[in-house]
Structure formats: structure tokens, C-alpha cells
């Protein structure tokens, strides 16, 4: 049997991939006729998303069900019958993941049908198009774009569709993020209600306001008005107490999020039931899972949410479903794998693939093919395949059949698809490290124009075919995979993962530094699903206390780690213990922590999580201040939401008290949102300030940007909304396993301002984070990413061996433009910038010292963890084999 | 500066209580109802959003006696934009209608002639049960001139043209002199009793 | 067709100011062979200067009354009108204690809820139907129309029966009629500044003037609206406008009733279009 994933967006290709890779069947329907859903759609994302695409498309654990629909689900939970277009597959489990819609009912005041007003979606087909052409043109007259206004909340949070659609705040940002780095020159404004962005997406947008001096205007634009060739926005400039205006050449909608239109059928035929914004029903305390024992629900089928959000809850899903189900695959990379040897006699193939137009369109692929047979050694050169699909085939066939024993590929970015190819190569039977990547689509097509593209691609070529005839076979040493994990940490996280993992199979030791379980939740009164946290927290605790595969250590650390993905050491040592742990995965869920802003003292003055406990007895005030954003720290995602609920919670006890909440943003997300609109309508009064509000003598004084005017409270109660900060471990534990932090919270890997593909993995492979240590998050999400991370956890631990990978970065001095980056990213500080003589090979005719130029060193400390090559804006960074760094060094300037 | 404990807390339930203003608290203040409001261009102090806050807060006094709730058009511009429902053209309604009996007992003054024509014309209804073009403006324009005399010079002036172009194109006869007359005038004054302001 | 008789609700413009709109809704109806039985008695549904909704609510309980003994839907040419009317039937009918403390007035106001008021643009576009009209137009209309709808054709939501931002049915009946549509969106729905004309008639002019100025620019021959509150801001008014504000505009203003009359074949001046304020002569050359 297997488990059947119905929807092939981001979230299902995830599910997929976890599940596929640790040994189980997966049945994906998709009703398009390719993966990915919306993302594929994306600006910057189809990058990303693709490698997994093609992955899926060659797995031989994966049936790929194209243009594909369900039509019937029967059985019951480990033994399900379902029909899909005709065709019966058998499953233990299912996973509904049909994602979103858009928004479409857009009132005709935007831009009365001009076809310079688009939808997000439109304008990030807009920003593809303008990867290849260099340019952003207005749709109506082709002209380049000067000023763009960005229009939020277009079909959220309004009338006809209630909820917040959580992921346009963020894309949004992304989105002129692109258009800044891209064309600076471009203005651009942004009107929105409330910024909702959290953790480093907040940061982009501020950086995005000071840096790059995009202008956020609060006001929510109702209309769209052409006149005189331009699109006149008008707005309520709230300092000046007047309608003011703007005129832009393009203007771009942030279309909301609906639930997918299948999902109503779906409902039907599965019987999953759905909640009243028609979103698949799951609860905060177990949001993967629907009211169907063994179909389980991820990604924006269960709530709008990011690409993030939507990853998390897949590997999460994959994870639920794994567990009802039986392994019956084997795991790809895991069987013997023998190499051909290589003898004298070099016989390099070179594949130069167009990569859907991608490359073949800038390069004069038959051309280069040409120049590149010229070569020495070179036996054969391919230029025919478009698609990855081909170009694997054709490398494989060419190994099998013609005896290649030196690959050269060019075409897209070894950043994301070096494996995939590393993967094909070994599985055609020739060393991985005989295999030499040209990015002939980042660094050649997309950066110059035609004639140019195609002398810069030959050159290229020359170049790697030259260094692929040094590369040499390295012998690949193999080690046993340890089918244990550790979990730091014993809060809701670190207790959901341990579980997690259990289930799956494996031993866990949890170790918690305090003298009890339960973390932050512990501090809470009521959630907001309106169940007890202390009863939450005791049913994982007793969970935890009675799974046998659990080793729970309190008051106790982990120290002296060492080793790597698979193959971990470490010691804890605490209250009468020191023992050394050898494990093969390790979640880190160390939580985060409240701080109590200053500023503000006096008796009178709370914390919302003090008041929430005091929500459970009487309430003695007639007038409470809430104030939230104050204090120096990182607001946590639900802060925004306890504060409404707490509002709530105070209003049902006694309506008659007067509670006035001083707010810079109202951040109830998703379907939050509805509570933000309940305490309005229960009489909540919310002001809105830019500058903290003072508490002097009594009195609350608050400058009401909304009234243009100081506002005065007397309250009996002030309610601080705390900052959250890291666990204070997090330092020690970021040095030990080598995972850099951003404001002291734990950083995935991957990380890019664009979108989190991998929110549970670290630069540190075999090492997940999960809950509040990567971001203060609600428990839904905590939940969520903690079984995640048991997930990928699980997905190491089902190898029987890992290979020994000798891997650090290189810099490609030519591209190199000295920006940095990768010296802020790298967790252990092995890049420095230098100054540098910099030689410029003219392709073809000759070498020119072009003088002085800053570029990245990389030293010996590199650990390999591939921070700086996905930072690296200029793609100069990659990873390289240990040898083939030396050899580069060497080459380039021999070359 | 704003003392919220000197305003008044009920205020909003007061507005609630009259039809068109329930919603009065779904409000977000996202200036919907303002940016597209036809009004603001005209009379740039007019903002309903800032009304609407100024109500949650409970300033009434300063909201029932701002002059700009009695420029607004009834035009519905506001309402079927606005994202919460507030339905802001039945609310501003609401709120003339505290405002205007606040007005009768004295309580306030209102800065505007529209109350003095919306009763001027709603005498017409109760009297004929059909508007009675003549019998309003002999009733208005005294009243907002504050004398008779006056208050014909204003008329005149305001209708000596409009009214000379109408005669002519035959849409102002002899027959306008005189009130055209609902048969059943009784059930017009019963429902005036019943439904009309107090 | 699915309309062969309504109560007809003339509002009370319909024997003075918007006597032509009068004429060619009945005109209009009767070559459309839609039987037109004015509401015996009707009053006043409250026009803008009625606030209290439940005395609105109780007015037009009486007319609506009237019309569903007859057993008939109430069309009305008036947009204010039909507001009103519309409303009243929604809110009565939504709700049972509002209905029985109507009727507890008068028993005239005993209204049951069993008929729908409507507006005639809603008629002729959604009931009579435009392939039912373009068989039996005989005249073709070689004008450029600024189509104004004023407020309540496509607003509230609750009574709207058009776009509230861009509606079209009107453009839509001129198109078949032959006219051709002026660039007039934004202007559409921008309300005339009748309800204030009045009381701050400085308002109501600047805002009836945009509406003119943007329909001239547009190169209109004519305005064409549905409503008699909006025809005497923008036609009976003009010659004000145009002297208070020092401009010269000169624009004809026609009502919907008036246009489909000429291209349904019907004699002008059975339609009034002798009456309008702005001389209509060089549209009615127009018609062939
Ligand atoms: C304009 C825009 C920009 C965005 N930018 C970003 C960004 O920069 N960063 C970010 O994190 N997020 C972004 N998002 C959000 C992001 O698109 C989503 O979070 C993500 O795509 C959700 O993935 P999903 O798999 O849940 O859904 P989808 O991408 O919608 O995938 C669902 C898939 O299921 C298929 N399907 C549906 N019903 C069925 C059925 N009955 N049977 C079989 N298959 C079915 C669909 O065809 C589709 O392929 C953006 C959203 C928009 C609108
Ligand atoms: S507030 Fe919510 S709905 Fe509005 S743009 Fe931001 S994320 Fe989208
Ligand atoms: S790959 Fe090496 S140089 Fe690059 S960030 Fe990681 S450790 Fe640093
Ligand atoms: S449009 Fe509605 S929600 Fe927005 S400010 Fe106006 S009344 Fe409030
Ligand atoms: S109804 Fe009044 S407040 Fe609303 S848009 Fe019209 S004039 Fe403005």
C-alpha cells in the first residue's frame, strides 16, 4: 500500500519527497498537468521549487498521477480504496493538500478595467518575464515602469471573504523587494491596514522603508482612478487630516487567499468536514489532522499561510502519515553502488541543456556545441534537451552507452540541482565527483544579451571542460546511520517532536534543562481554542512520561557534541548524570522567553500572560490600558491574538469595562482576524500610535495617529504585551552545532529574503529546529513545525548508512562582486574579504588585469554547511569537494 | 488632548440603538468610506472615518455638533465599499437623528440648514402626503433666514430663473401652486404620530 | 415575455419637474404592451429627507400595500423611489415585529411581503429583456451618450441591481438603441449632488458641473440618466450652474424612457422631449 497525496502544490511535492525518500509508496494526484501549483507561478520561487519537481518526476517511490482527480474515497484509516480518474489505488493514509485560490470578484474601481492595474499574481509573471528581458514594462504601452503603487487587502478582510490572507503582507514585501533590488529607480508605495509580517520579513520591510525608501501609507485604497494616462490613488494622509493623492504607471493588487474551489467536492468525497470560511476544519492543538482518522490536511487547504507555513505542515502530514503506514520501498542512495573505473583515456561528455527557454533563449546553443567539440577529450557534446528530465536521461545514457567517464553539465544553478545530477551520475555508475557544473542560467543567460551570452557560454565551457579533465575519482566512504535522535528542549516543541519521532520508531532522549516539562505554555491560561493549557501540557507530558522509546533528562544539558548528519556524540550531564549519547538526528526546541518591557511600572501594570491567569478569577477594573509593540525584542506571532482574546475573555466577564488598546499593528492573521473584529463589536477601542505611549502618574497618554490627537487614559490595569527574546542557550547551542542565529533565534537553512523551502532543516544537515526557538510562534504553528521536524528527523534516521561528504565552499573570483554577504552568514566565520589583484579573462583573446577588486576568501575552517552559496546574491559561491577547491584555485588562473 | 473619562462610554450603544447604526463597532478605520467619499473634495474637514472613531471614543458632543454630518449625500458611495459592513450612510443617519432631538431640547446647536429642510419637507408629507414644492420652500427659506421677509428674498433669488425656465417648459403650471393631495390624509398624519420624531 | 402589467409608481416629480420622464415611462410601457396601473392614492416613499427609517419603512408600507392587492409588482422611474421602496420591502419583509407594528398604524399598511419594487432601467434590461426590445426598436440612435446612474442604481448592495463602481446596463441599452458610449466610469455613479442642493446648493453645483464638464470633454451629445432627482440637478439646473459658476456647458440631459421612446419609434413630443430644460433638438436630428 502507500499514501496518497492529493494536490501537487509545494506543500504535496514536500509531503511526497519526506515520505518517498524514507521507504514509502506515494500515490501524488495532481489535477493540473504539471506539479506545483501556485509557486510555480512565482517569481524567484520557480527556482527553488523546480529541483523538487524533477526529483519527484525521476523517484521510484512516487507514482505521479498528472491531470488527475479523485473520484471516490472508501475503507477507513490503514486501508483505504481510492479512485482516481478511473484508476484504483490502494493507501494507507491521505493527505489532502489542493491549496488556494485567488481572490477574483475585484471590484471594477480598480482601474476600471485599465490593464495597468494587476493582480499580484499577474505582476509576478510580470517580474519573470522581466528576469529574461531585463526590464519591467507596463502592460498597456510597453514602457519601462517608474512608479508602482502596491494596494493591500484586496479581497481580504472585507465583507466577502472575512479573514486575513496572511501570505500578502509578506509577498508583498517580497515582491517590491525584487522591483528594488532590481530597479532602483522604480518608486514604489505600498498602501496597507496593518504591516503583518513577523520575524524576518518584518526586518525586510523595514529595511525596505529605510533603505530602500519605499513608502508604507496606511490607508486602504478603495479605488483606482486613470486620468491623463497615469492611475491616480487617493489616500488619507492621517498627519495632515486630508485626501491626498498619488499617481502611479502600474499598480498592483495583493489579491487574498480563498480555499482551493475542489475543496468543497473533496469535502464531499472524503468526508473531511470543512469550517466556515470553507477551509479543511483542524484544531490549534492538532492541526494536521482532520475529523477523518487517517486523512490528514497541510499547506493553505488548512488556512492562508506562506510557502513556509505551507512546507512545515507537509513534512509534518508526511510524518502522521507514515506512521499509520507500512515501509515497503527501498531508500534511494541506500543501495550498493559500484563505479566504473577510470582509466587514462578521458572521454568527457558535455550536456548543455536550454532549460526551458531559460538558456536557449539568450545562448546560441548550437553554436557553443560547436566551439565545445573543438576541445580536447571531448567526445560528445549535447545540446538538444530542454528539460532536466532530458538532460538526466541523456548524462545517464551517455555514461551507460558510451563509456563517459567525465561529465560536464551546463545550465542551471549547482546550487539547487548539484544532487539531483550528483545522484544520476553515481546511479549511472560514475563517481559523483567526476561531474562539473556550469551555471550557465544565473551567471550567463540572465545577466547578458544574446550575442554577448553566447562567447560568455563557450568561454564557460572552455573552462570547465579544462578543469573536468583534472577531477578525479574520490573513493566515498560510507557510516551507519544511528537510529536514535536527541530533542533539546521539553516545552509543547520539543515534547510533539520526541512523540513524533517515537511513534515512527526510534529511541529519543529529551533533555530539559529546567526541573519540569511544559516550557512557556506553562505561563498560560486558557487557549484559545478555549481548552486548558495545563491540561494540553499534561496530556504530552503523560504521553512523553509513559512512551517507552523516551528518555526524558531534567535539569540537565548537552555538551561536547560531536560528528555529523547520522552519526552525532554528545554528553548530558545534569543532576547526577554525565552520559555519553550517540544519536543519528537532533530537534533543538529550546522555546523562547517573555521580557517585561520598561518603561512602565507600578503595581497596576501586567503582562497579557498575567492577566490571562487572572481571567480565571474575578477582575476587579473598570478601565484597562492594553498596550502592545512596546519594549526591545521580537514580537511573537500571537501577541496580537492573546490580545484580543484576552480582550474577549475580560468583556464576556464584565461588558461594561472600557478597554482601550494601544496598538502600531493588529497582527490576527489567517483566520484570527475574526476575533480582532469580535472585540471591536464587543466595544474594544483601538488606537493606534507611532510613538510609545507614556504612563505617568495614572495616566496613559497616547498620540492617536487614527485622531490626529494625544488621547488620555486613567486605567486601573495596564496590560504590556511582552517582546519575546531567545532562550538564553541558544548562543551556547548556535556555537556547538554550528547553526547561526538572527536575533538569537535559530536560522533554517536555505535561508533566502524570497521564501523557506526548508523551515525545519539547518545549515548543520541532521540538525532540525522546530517551535518558538526559530520564531515565537502560535502553538498551531509550534505543533506543526515540531512534527515536521520529527519528520525530516525521520527521514535521516530511516537510512541504514550517510556518505562521507567532503564538501566546502568556493568562490568564483570572476563573479565575486565583494558585497559580504557570505561573510555575515557563515555560521563559524571561515570568510574574509580581501583585497585583490584581479585578473579578467577576456574570453578568447586575452588576460587583462583589470586591478583592484574586493573579493571572498573562503579559509580552512569551512565546514561545508552551504550558508554563503545560498546567500550569495551574485551566485560566485559554491560547494566544492575539498580537492576541487585546491584545483580551482589553481585552475582558474592556469586557464 | 483627548480625557477619555470625561467623554461618554455609552455613546456608542447610544448610536447602536438606532437603526442603521448596529454596526457602528465593526469599524476598523481603514478610510475606505473617506478616500472615496465625493464629499471630502468640497468640504476637506469631512471625514466620516474620523466621525466613527470619534464615536467609539465617545465624544458626543463634539460629533453631534460637527456641521459635516449634514453635508453628507445619503449617496451609499461609503456603504458598499465599506470592508466591516458599517453600512457608514445609515449610520451618519443615526447619529443626525440623536443629534437633531438633542438639537429640539436645546442641548445643542446645529450648525446647518438641512435639519430645518428635511422637517420643512417632511411637514409637506404629513400635511398632503405628497411633496408640496411651494408649501417647503415658504416654510424653509423663513426659517433658515430666520424671517419671512428674508426668507422670500432668499427664495426668489434661488428661484426666480429655475422657476421662470420650468413655467415655460411647461413643468411648473398653475396646477404646482396648489398641493397635489393624498385622498387617505389620515393614515399620513397616523403614521407621522407613530413613526416620525418625537 | 414575463411582464405583461405593473403598478406603476410615479413619485411625486412625475407632474412637475419630471413630468417628461412621466410621459415617456408611460409611453414607453404601453408600445412595450406592459400594462402600466398606477398605484391608487400612492404617497410620498420619503425622498432623501425622510431619515427615520421606520417612518420610511411605514410609508412606503402603504404604497406597497396598495400595489399587492392589486397583485402586482411596483415599477417605479425614480431611483430615490425605488430606493425607498425597496428597502421598506426588504426590511418588512425580513422582519415580522417591524410588519405587525406597521400595521398596527393603519390597516392600509397591512403589506404581506408577496411583491418586489422595481426599477424600470432593472425592467427593461433584466425583465422585458434587450433581444425582447431590439425586436421592436424602429429607429436608430446616431448620438454619443454620457450613460449617468447617479446613486442607487448599483448601490446599496442590498437594492443594487448593477455594478456599484461601473455599471453598464444602461450603456447596454444604448448600444442596442445605436448610441454610442462615451468615456464616462468614473463619472457614472458620482452622485449629482441633488440632496444637498437645498441646503449647500454651492455643492451641489460644483458636483453637478463635474458630472456636465466630464460628459462634454467625453464629446457627448447628451446625458442620459434615470432619475427625476438627478435630471433636475443636471438639466433643470444647468442654466444655474452655468451662471453661478461662470461656465458654459450647454449639454442636453435626457431621461433612459425618453431614448428607448425615440428608438422604439415613438413621437417626441409624446415623450417630452420639448419639456427638457436644455434643448434636446439636435439629438432628436440624431435619430434615424
Ligand atoms: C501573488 C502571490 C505571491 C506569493 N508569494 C509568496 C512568497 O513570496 N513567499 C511565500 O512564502 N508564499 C507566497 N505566496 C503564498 C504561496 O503561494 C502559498 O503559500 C503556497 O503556494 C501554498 O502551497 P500549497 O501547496 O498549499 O497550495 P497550491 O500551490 O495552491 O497547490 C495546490 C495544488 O493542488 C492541486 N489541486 C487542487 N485541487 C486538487 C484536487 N482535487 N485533486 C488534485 N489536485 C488538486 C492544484 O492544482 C495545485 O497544484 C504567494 C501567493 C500569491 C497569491
Ligand atoms: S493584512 Fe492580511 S489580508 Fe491584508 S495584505 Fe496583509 S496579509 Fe494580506
Ligand atoms: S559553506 Fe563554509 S564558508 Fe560557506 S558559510 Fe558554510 S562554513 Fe562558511
Ligand atoms: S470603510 Fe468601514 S471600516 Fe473602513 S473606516 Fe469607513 S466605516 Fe470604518
Ligand atoms: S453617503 Fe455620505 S459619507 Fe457616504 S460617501 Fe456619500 S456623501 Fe460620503
Same mark, same amino acid.
Given at each position: ?188 508605495? /505600498? ?208 555514461? /551507460? ?316 490595569? /495596564? ?177 | 488632548?483627548? @480625557? ?8 456608542? #450603544? ?26 471630502? #473634495? ?126 415655460? @417648459? ?29 | ?288
Amino acid at each position: 500500500m502507500g499514501i496518497a497525496i492529493i494536490g501537487g502544490g509545494v506543500a504535496g511535492i514536500t509531503a511526497a519527497l519526506d515520505l518517498a525518500n524514507s521507504g514509502y509508496k506515494v500515490y501524488l494526484v495532481e489535477k493540473n498537468a504539471e506539479l506545483g501549483g501556485k509557486m510555480a507561478e512565482l517569481a524567484e520561487c520557480k527556482v527553488g521549487l523546480s529541483p523538487r519537481v524533477v526529483e519527484i518526476e525521476n523517484h521510484p517511490n512516487i507514482d505521479l498521477m498528472l491531470s488527475s482527480e479523485l473520484e471516490s474515497l472508501s475503507g477507513s484509516a490503514g486501508n483505504f480504496t481510492l479512485k482516481v480518474s478511473g484508476t484504483t489505488v490502494e493507501a494507507e493514509s491521505v493527505i489532502l493538500a489542493p491549496g488556494y485560490d485567488v481572490f477574483d470578484n475585484i471590484a471594477k474601481s480598480y482601474g476600471f478595467g485599465s490593464p495597468d492595474v494587476v493582480t499580484s499574481l499577474d505582476f509576478e509573471g510580470m517580474l519573470r518575464a522581466s528576469t529574461m528581458s531585463g526590464e519591467l514594462l507596463r502592460p498597456s504601452d510597453n514602457k519601462p515602469v517608474k512608479k508602482i503603487g502596491f494596494i493591500k487587502c484586496v479581497g481580504s478582510r472585507c465583507q466577502e471573504n472575512e479573514i486575513c490572507s496572511t501570505a500578502c503582507c509578506a509577498y508583498t514585501a517580497k515582491e517590491v523587494w525584487v522591483v528594488k533590488e532590481r530597479y532602483p529607480d522604480i518608486d514604489v508605495s /505600498v498602501f496597507y491596514m496593518d504591516i503583518r509580517v513577523f520575524g524576518k520579513d518584518e526586518e525586510l520591510v523595514a529595511e525596505l522603508k529605510d533603505k530602500y525608501g519605499v513608502k508604507y501609507i496606511r490607508s486602504r485604497v478603495p479605488e483606482v482612478i486613470p486620468e491623463r494616462g497615469s492611475l491616480k490613488v487617493k489616500y488619507e494622509d492621517l498627519k495632515k487630516g486630508v485626501i491626498a493623492n498619488l499617481d502611479f504607471d502600474l499598480i498592483v493588487l495583493a489579491v487574498g487567499l480563498l480555499p482551493s474551489k475542489t475543496l468543497g467536492r473533496l469535502s464531499e468525497i472524503t468526508g473531511v468536514k470543512t469550517d466556515k470560511y470553507g477551509y479543511v476544519e483542524t484544531s490549534i492543538t492538532s492541526p494536521l489532522e482532520t475529523n477523518m482518522p487517517g486523512v490528514f490536511a497541510c499547506g493553505t487547504a488548512t488556512a492562508p499561510m506562506k510557502v513556509r507555513e505551507s512546507v512545515a505542515q507537509a513534512s509534518g502530514a508526511a510524518l502522521k502519515a507514515a506512521i499509520l503506514s507500512q515501509r515497503t520501498e527501498p531508500i534511494p542512495g541506500q543501495e550498493e553502488r559500484k563505479y566504473i573505473e577510470v582509466g587514462d583515456e578521458q572521454k568527457i561528455g558535455v550536456f548543455i541543456c536550454g532549460c526551458e527557454g531559460e538558456v536557449a533563449d539568450s545562448v546560441d546553443i548550437p553554436a557553443v556545441v560547436e566551439q565545445v567539440k573543438q576541445l580536447r577529450d571531448v567526445v560528445l557534446v549535447n545540446g538538444d534537451t530542454n528539460t532536466t528530465k532530458e538532460v538526466l536521461e541523456a548524462i545517464e545514457g551517455g555514461i /551507460v552507452d558510451q563509456g563517459l567517464n567525465k561529465i560536464v553539465f551546463a545550465g542551471y544553478t549547482p546550487r539547487e540541482y548539484e544532487n539531483i545530477f550528483k545522484d544520476a551520475v553515481a546511479k549511472a555508475g560514475l563517481n559523483p565527483y567526476l561531474l562539473e557544473f556550469v551555471n550557465l542560467r544565473e551567471q550567463c543567460a540572465w545577466v547578458h544579451d544574446k550575442a554577448e551570452a553566447t562567447v560568455v557560454a563557450a568561454g564557460m565551457l572552455r573552462m570547465a571542460v579544462g578543469r573536468a579533465r583534472y577531477l578525479e575519482a574520490i573513493p566515498i566512504e560510507q557510516y551507519p546511520v544511528i537510529p536514535k535522535a536527541l530533542v533539546i528542549g521539553g516545552g509543547v516543541s520539543g515534547m510533539n517532536a520526541a512523540l513524533g519521532i517515537a511513534d515512527a520508531g526510534y529511541d529519543i532522549c529529551l533533555v530539559e534543562k529546567g526541573p519540569e516539562l511544559g516550557g512557556g505554555l506553562r505561563e498560560t491560561g486558557e487557549l484559545q481554542s478555549g481548552e486548558k493549557a495545563s491540561d494540553v501540557l499534561k496530556e504530552l507530558a503523560d504521553k512523553v512520561a509513559s512512551n517507552k522509546r523516551i528518555t526524558v533528562y531534567k535539569n540537565a544539558k548537552e555538551e561536547n557534541v560531536s560528528g555529523r548528519a547520522g552519526s552525532f556524540k554528545a554528553n548530558i550531564v545534569g543532576d547526577g548524570v554525565n552520559e555519553e549519547i550517540e544519536f543519528g538526528a537532533c530537534v533543538i526546541a529550546t522555546g523562547a522567553k517573555d521580557v517585561v518591557p520598561e518603561g512602565y511600572s507600578g503595581k497596576e501594570v501586567i503582562t497579557q500572560a498575567e492577566f490571562g491567569k487572572m481571567l480565571g478569577g474575578t477582575v476587579s477594573a473598570n478601565t484597562i490600558a492594553m498596550i502592545q509593540d512596546v519594549g526591545e525584542g521580537v514580537a511573537a506571532k500571537y501577541s496580537s491574538i492573546e490580545l484580543v482574546a484576552n480582550a474577549l475573555k475580560a468583556k464576556e466577564k464584565n461588558p461594561n469595562l472600557n478597554i482601550f488598546v494601544l496598538y502600531q499593528d493588529i497582527k490576527t492573521y489567517g483566520k484570527w482576524e475574526a476575533l480582532y473584529k469580535e472585540a471591536r463589536e464587543k466595544g474594544v477601542i483601538f488606537l493606534r500610535y507611532e510613538n510609545a505611549p507614556k504612563y505617568e502618574g495614572g495616566i496613559v497618554t497616547v498620540f492617536d495617529v487614527i485622531l490626529n490627537d494625544d488621547v488620555q487614559i486613567k486605567p486601573d490595569l /495596564v496590560v504590556l504585551s511582552t517582546p519575546t527574546v531567545p532562550a538564553e542557550d541558544n548562543e551556547r547551542l548556535s556555537k556547538m552545532f554550528k547553526i547561526p542565529l538572527r536575533n538569537g533565534f535559530f536560522m533554517e537553512a536555505q535561508e533566502r529574503p524570497k521564501m523557506v523551502l526548508t523551515p525545519v532543516d539547518t545549515v548543520n544537515e541532521g540538525v532540525f529546529i522546530c517551535g518558538s526557538a526559530v520564531y515565537p510562534a502560535m502553538i498551531d504553528e509550534c505543533m506543526a513545525m515540531s512534527t515536521a521536524a520529527a519528520s525530516r528527523a525521520c527521514v535521516l534516521l530511516a537510512k541504514n548508512f550517510m556518505e562521507t561528504p567532503a564538501v566546502s565552499s568556493v568562490v568564483d573570483e570572476q563573479i565575486c562582486v565583494g558585497c559580504g554577504v557570505c561573510v555575515d552568514v557563515c555560521p563559524v566565520e571561515a570568510i574574509e574579504l580581501t583585497e585583490e589583484l584581479i585578473p579578467v579573462v577576456t574570453f578568447g583573446v586575452a588576460t587583462v588585469i583589470s586591478g583592484m577588486k574586493k573579493v571572498a576568501k573562503v579559509g580552512d575552517g569551512c565546514i561545508g554547511c552551504g550558508s554563503c552559496a545560498s546567500y550569495c546574491p551574485s551566485g560566485a559561491m559554491s560547494l566544492k569537494h575539498f580537492r576541487d577547491r585546491q584545483l580551482y584555485a589553481q585552475l582558474d588562473y592556469a586557464l | 488632548m483627548i @480625557k477619555t473619562w470625561e467623554l461618554d462610554p455609552n455613546f456608542k #450603544e447610544e448610536i447602536m440603538k438606532e437603526r442603521g447604526g448596529e454596526h457602528l463597532t465593526a469599524c476598523f478605520q481603514c478610510s475606505t468610506c473617506t478616500i472615496g467619499c465625493p464629499i471630502t #473634495e468640497y468640504v476637506p474637514s469631512y471625514n466620516p472615518r474620523k466621525i466613527i472613531q470619534m464615536s467609539l471614543l465617545g465624544m458626543r458632543k463634539e460629533v453631534l455638533s460637527n456641521p459635516d454630518l449634514w453635508v453628507c449625500l445619503i449617496c451609499q458611495t461609503c456603504t458598499a465599499r465599506c470592508p466591516q459592513d458599517v453600512r457608514i450612510s445609515d449610520l451618519l443617519s443615526a447619529i443626525r437623528r440623536i443629534a437633531d432631538k438633542e438639537a429640539e431640547a436645546g442641548n445643542i446647536k446645529i450648525d446647518s440648514s438641512r435639519p430645518i429642510f428635511d422637517k420643512a419637507f417632511q411637514h409637506q408629507l404629513e400635511k398632503y402626503g405628497r411633496l408640496y414644492d411651494i408649501g417647503l420652500a415658504k416654510e424653509y427659506y423663513p426659517k433658515r433666514e430666520g424671517s419671512f421677509f428674508k426668507g422670500m428674498m432668499a427664495m426668489m433669488n434661488d428661484y426666480k430663473d429655475f422657476g421662470m425656465r420650468m413655467f415655460k @417648459k411647461g413643468k411648473m403650471g398653475p396646477k404646482a401652486m396648489f398641493p397635489e393631495k393624498v385622498k387617505d390624509r389620515a393614515v399620513m398624519k397616523k403614521i407621522f404620530e407613530e413613526m416620525g420624531e418625537k | 415575455m414575463s411582464v405583461t402589467k405593473l403598478a406603476y409608481y410615479p413619485g411625486c416629480p412625475s407632474d412637475a419637474t419630471a413630468i417628461d420622464q412621466d410621459m415617456s415611462t408611460k409611453a414607453v410601457f404601453e408600445k412595450l404592451g406592459v400594462e402600466l396601473v398606477e398605484v391608487e392614492d400612492w404617497n410620498c416613499c420619503g425622498a432623501a429627507e425622510v431619515e427615520e427609517p421606520e417612518l420610511v419603512y411605514a410609508l412606503n408600507a402603504r404604497n406597497l400595500a396598495i400595489a399587492e392587492k392589486e397583485g402586482l409588482d411596483i415599477v417605479t422611474p425614480c431611483s430615490i423611489c425605488y430606493y425607498n421602496l425597496e428597502r421598506s420591502n426588504i426590511a418588512l419583509k425580513a422582519d415580522d415585529k417591524l410588519r405587525a407594528k406597521v400595521k398596527g398604524i393603519d390597516s392600509s399598511l397591512d403589506y404581506n411581503g408577496k411583491i418586489k419594487a422595481k426599477h424600470v432601467l432593472d425592467v427593461f434590461v433584466n425583465d422585458i429583456g434587450l433581444e425582447e426590445l431590439s425586436s421592436k426598436m424602429s429607429k436608430k440612435l446616431n448620438l454619443k451618450v454620457a450613460p449617468y446612474y447617479g446613486c442607487y442604481i448599483g448601490r446599496p448592495p442590498e437594492t443594487a441591481f448593477d455594478d456599484p463602481d461601473d455599471p453598464d446596463s444602461m450603456d447596454k441599452l444604448i448600444e442596442l438603441m445605436g448610441g454610442e458610449i462615451v468615456p464616462f466610469s468614473q463619472m457614472k455613479t458620482f452622485c449629482c449632488g441633488g440632496p444637498l442642493m437645498m441646503t449647500r446648493s454651492d455643492i451641489a453645483f460644483e458636483m453637478a458641473r463635474k458630472i456636465l464638464d466630464t460628459a462634454k470633454s467625453a464629446g457627448a451629445d447628451c446625458i442620459a440618466l434615470a432619475c427625476p432627482l438627478c435630471g433636475m440637478m443636471l438639466d433643470g439646473k444647468q442654466a444655474d450652474i452655468e451662471k453661478a459658476l461662470h461656465v458654459e456647458i450647454d449639454m442636453p440631459v435626457v431621461y433612459i424612457t425618453q431614448l428607448l421612446g425615440l428608438a422604439l419609434g415613438i413621437d417626441a413630443k409624446e415623450l417630452g422631449l420639448n419639456k427638457n430644460a436644455v434643448d434636446t433638438k439636435e439629438i432628436l436630428g440624431k435619430v434615424v
